[in-house]
């Protein structure tokens, strides 16, 4: 089994600032890919920003230049660091990874999601 821990959410201003985390644990042998994506009320959920093995990263385009995405390796955990919020930026973000277990070299699993809430 493999599972994903989300934190950090919460409720901020805008403009201001949140890191999110999120940890990999379980029969992992490597992590080929780690993200964020989220969804807000009534719409579909959205690529938000992806980091791969080798740390070649992409962003959504509305939040590049605000988001920045990082993974620790040993620590099988990725972040993002969130800057000039906006309520636009409301959802409920989700941890998303692609990893090679025994069983599936390209297992795709879920965080339980971290709620994002920006005030005007």
């Known amino acids: 089994q493999v599972q994903l821990v989300e934190s950090g959410g919460g409720l901020v201003q805008a403009g201001g600032s949140l890191r999110l985390s999120c940890a990999a644990s379980g029969s992992i042998i490597s992590i080929n890919s780690m993200g964020w994506y989220r969804q807000a009320p009534g719409k579909q959920r959205e690529l938000v920003a992806i980091i791969t093995s080798d740390g070649s990263t992409n962003y959504r385009n509305s939040v590049k230049g605000r988001f920045t995405i990082s993974r620790d390796n040993a620590k099988s955990t990725v972040y993002v660091q969130m800057n000039s919020l906006t309520p636009e930026d409301t959802a409920v973000y989700y941890c998303?990874?692609?990893?090679?277990?025994?069983?599936?070299?390209?297992?795709?699993?879920w965080g339980q999601g971290t709620q994002v809430t920006v005030s005007s």
């Open positions: 998303n990874a692609e990893i090679r277990t025994a069983w599936d070299p390209k297992y795709v699993c």
